[in-house]
């Protein structure tokens, strides 16, 4: 079993939205804190937000207002709604946990176009 696995992603105009998902082996997404993370070209991968297993959330600076993640337990998936995409928004987006991050899926590419 592909540890985490995310889809949803593509190339959407700026002002648009897009939902990303992930969906996590159980070793990894019970009881855990989970987090979306992306990597821009040129630039070191950040978190954008991450959600812990009780529901309280954390955002990036650059997402707040705009990005909201939520997760399912019962099918260990995790979510990102993204609202009033910018062309700063333009990365390969992965998920994993907060803390000790398993191996990295392969992402989903989203492309915010000007």
């Known amino acids: 079993q592909v540890p985490l696995v995310e889809s949803g992603g593509g190339l959407v105009q700026a002002g648009g939205s897009q939902i990303l998902s992930c969906v996590a082996s159980?070793?990894?997404?019970?009881?855990?804190?989970m987090g979306w993370y992306r990597q821009a070209p040129g630039k070191q991968r950040e978190v954008v937000a991450s959600?812990?297993?009780?529901?309280?959330?954390m955002y990036a600076d650059s997402v707040r207002g705009r990005f909201t993640i939520s997760r399912d337990n019962a099918k260990n998936t995790v979510y990102l709604q993204m609202n009033s995409l910018k062309p700063e928004d333009t990365a390969v987006y992965y998920c994993?946990?907060?803390?000790?991050?398993?191996?990295w899926g392969q992402g989903t590419q989203v492309t915010v176009s000007s």
């Open positions: 994993n946990k907060v803390r000790g991050w398993s191996s």
């Open positions: 159980g070793s990894i997404f019970n009881f855990n804190a």
């Open positions: 959600i812990t297993s009780g529901g309280n959330k």
